[in-house]
């Protein structure tokens, strides 16, 4: 199947401070991809839909200048947690979807598990 | 709105089969999902269904209903690397870019 890589793996940084994260498609183009945040024992909850070359489109209760998404060519999206705070503490996972895969289906990276102190 | 409902937690045993239920509402259903989450880990795709009948994938098939909104994800010949949660998505073309919309995930236990 398809190969999404996230960057990085996981991270601890101080209240107040940004963190950004890539997600890349490693042997597709993705014209589309995915944020998402799991928190224990929950499941994915869709925070953004990261289009190539234009803006992200944010699910309610979302905040976009919180959260920045950048989806600057087709392999590559980044997620830019500002001023975190620890409530920010979670796992962060992307996928994209493989246009040329059966149903388009989505692939996720391996996930980025943010702590913020 | 989107709703899935599938059951928090199942237990089995090695060598059993389990069939694990998700029923889903959405305005704009265009495919249903099933994907395996091992604990910390990122979820994998196992399954895909849009029309109604089973797909069968090795010792895991899944069957779709579209007029009763619901789906079954079979596992048989449980194996305890089969200890894992199992997610039902549903997407929806009404939702930008048909994101996928998830469930909450059923954890299943295989002990020996």
């Given amino acids: 199947g398809a190969v999404v890589s996230q960057h990085p ?3 601890i940084c101080k209240s107040g401070t940004s963190v950004k994260i890539e997600c890349r498609s490693l042997d597709f183009q993705a014209t589309t991809m995915f944020w998402y945040r799991q928190f224990p024992k ?3 909850m869709l925070m953004a839909t990261s289009n190539e070359g234009s803006k992200a489109t ?3 209760g979302v905040e976009k200048d919180k959260f920045l998404i950048n989806h600057a060519s087709l392999t590559l999206s980044t997620l830019t947690v500002t001023s975190a705070h620890p409530e920010d503490s979670s796992f962060y996972i992307c996928s994209a979807r493989d246009p040329g ?5 989505q692939y996720f990276g391996p996930g ?3 702590t913020v102190l | 709105g989107q709703n899935i409902d599938q059951p928090t937690e199942m237990t089995a045993t090695e060598g059993a089969i ?4 998700c029923t889903y509402q959405t305005s704009g259903f265009n495919g249903l999902f099933w994907y395996q989450q091992h604990a910390g880990e990122a979820p994998t795709f196992l399954s895909y269904n849009v029309l109604d009948g089973l797909e069968e994938k090795g010792r895991f098939s899944s069957f779709l209903s579209r007029s009763k909104g619901y789906s079954y994800l079979l596992l048989k010949e449980l194996q305890m690397k089969d200890s894992a949660s199992y997610l039902c998505a549903v997407r929806d073309h009404n939702q930008a870019g048909t994101a ?3 469930g909450k995930g059923t954890t299943l236990s295989v002990s020996s």
């Fill in chain 1, 112 to 114: 980025t598990r943010l």
């Fill in chain 1, 58 to 60: 944010y699910e309610q």
């Fill in chain 1, 9 to 11: 793996s996981w991270v």
């Fill in chain 1, 101 to 105: 895969g059966l149903a388009d289906t």
């Fill in chain 2, 18 to 21: 389990v069939q694990i239920n």
């Fill in chain 2, 100 to 102: 996928l919309i998830f």
């Fill in chain 1, 42 to 44: 929950q499941s994915l």
